[in-house]
């Protein structure tokens, strides 16, 4: 059965200090992974999309990196502003999206 | 500015009640995706349509009903049969699909059972 987990559930951080959000995953075919933010009562907005191992890509103080069976989130040098849940979801040979629970970030001042 | 909008932001249902809740994209994309967000959950599919007058129910689709009779929009009805219908939903859509590339989302819409 396909499946995503990320970890941790939760992750606070100094501003600056720089870390790494884990999405572990398990489907046939991967087709993409796709990350998102999410901020507080709002919809997740699109960061990311991955689809074979090996693949980067960057965005200001955010780089999404890939390998067979999960995918990392870099987070360099966070500012308060970075403070959101962070989704991560994959699309496999069974064309359905799977989404994680979430990692919620804190990023204090 | 194409984007996907969902109204209302709020609603309040008494039991018995159905409601429906608004989604609506100017962004031309083909296929349409409503999910449910339940605290400490992942998203979890309701209903998605690829084309207009056809849609497919996802994972969790008793108790809420769609239609799709223009591309742009594709309300969603929660029904008295819903018995826990209290959570975020949202809305979203791509390009292509369904399940064939990224999916862009609206701002949700927050239901709440009196």
């Known amino acids: 059965e396909d499946q995503v987990t990320q970890s941790p559930e939760a992750l606070r951080l100094q501003e600056g200090e720089s870390s790494s959000l884990n999405c572990s995953y398990t489907v046939s075919g991967l087709r993409g992974l796709f990350w998102y933010r999410q901020d507080p009562g709002k919809g997740p907005e699109f960061l990311f999309t991955l689809y074979s191992a090996g693949e980067e890509k960057e965005k200001e103080r955010l780089k999404a990196t890939l390998t067979k069976k999960e995918s990392f989130l870099h987070i360099t040098a966070p500012k308060p502003e970075d403070s959101a849940t962070y989704l991560c979801?994959?699309?496999?040979?069974?064309?359905?999206?799977?989404f994680g629970a979430g990692t919620r970030l804190f990023v204090k001042a | 500015d194409g984007g996907i909008t969902q109204s209302p932001k709020y609603l309040f249902r008494k039991e018995g009640q159905n409601v429906t809740l608004s989604c609506e994209q100017n962004l031309n994309h083909d296929a349409m995706y409503w999910y449910r967000q339940d605290p400490g959950q992942g998203l979890r599919l309701i209903y998605y349509?690829?084309?207009?007058?056809?849609?497919q129910k996802g994972d969790i689709a008793e108790g809420y009903s769609v239609s799709r009779e223009k591309k742009e929009s594709f309300p969603l009805t929660v029904t008295s049969a819903q018995k826990n219908p209290t959570a975020f939903y949202l809305c979203a859509s791509s390009i292509n699909g369904p399940h064939t590339d990224t999916q862009y989302f609206g701002p949700g819409t927050r239901l709440t059972v009196l």
């Open positions: 349509s690829q084309i207009v007058n056809d849609f």
């Open positions: 979801a994959v699309l496999g040979g069974g064309f359905k999206t799977i």
